[in-house]
């Protein structure tokens, strides 16, 4: 009975920590788009069929406790949430956590992606105190040998290192899109220069801080 009950308890764990990494999963594809709890329970209802609104509730309460991602009441009392950039790392698998279950292994994908944002970086690095444009930092990227990148994939970058204090970001509309504009921080000319490490970020010289 005692195997039994302490199987019964493994496999709740496992549900449990399949769910974290699911939720948080959905939550950093939609990066700038908070996202309800009931909305979160209605995407993820035909791999947990028993997921609520409250269980999604308890789950994003976990998740920002642990600083994965950040929430707020909305008017009609949903809770919505957003990823942080700690939560990026944990869905790469820059970092792993024991109450979440692990993130599959990409280091072909997480290499690209360091690779990227230590371009971005490195780059901004030379105009301290000016705003670079998404363009032209896709420009300098792609002189660099990264001729498949898109400017989706440099807005996300810029994003992602704002929200580690690296880079600040501006936004603005033209038409029908939203132009990044990012000038590095002191932070982020520390890491650049060595001084500090990151697990999203390689350093300058192309080595992992």
Same mark, same amino acid.
């Given at each position: ?10 496999? *709740? ?7 974290? =990494? ?42 920002? =406790? ?15 949430? *957003? ?20 993130? *599959? ?34 420009? !300098?990227?792609? !002189? ?23 880079? !600040? ?17 002191? =932070? ?19 080595? !992992?801080?």
């Amino acid at each position: 009975m005692e195997r039994r009950a302490d199987m019964a308890g493994e496999k *709740r764990r496992y549900h449990t920590l399949a769910l974290r =990494k699911s939720l948080l999963g959905v939550i950093a594809e939609l990066y700038l788009f908070p996202q309800t709890d009931e909305a979160m329970a209605q995407a993820l209802a035909g791999q947990f069929p028993d997921l609520d609104t409250d269980g999604a509730r308890d789950c994003f309460s976990y998740l920002e =406790k642990k600083g994965y991602i950040k929430t707020s009441r909305a008017k009609d009392r949903r809770m919505t949430a *957003r990823i942080t950039a700690k939560g990026i790392d944990l869905v790469e698998g820059a970092v792993t956590d024991r109450g979440i279950l692990s993130a *599959r292994p990409d280091f072909t994908g997480l290499s690209l992606k360091r690779s990227v944002r230590s371009g971005i970086l490195a780059y901004c690095r030379q105009f301290p105190d000016s705003f670079n444009g998404d363009d032209e930092i896709l420009a !300098e990227l792609k !002189e660099l040998g990264m001729g498949a990148l898109i400017i989706e994939q440099v807005r996300y970058s810029i994003w992602y290192l704002s929200e580690k204090s690296l880079l !600040e970001l501006k936004t603005h509309p033209l038409k029908s899109d939203l132009v990044f504009f990012a000038r590095i921080t002191a =932070k982020g000319i520390d890491l650049v220069e060595g001084g500090i490490s990151d697990p999203g970020v390689m350093s300058a010289h192309g080595g !992992e801080l």
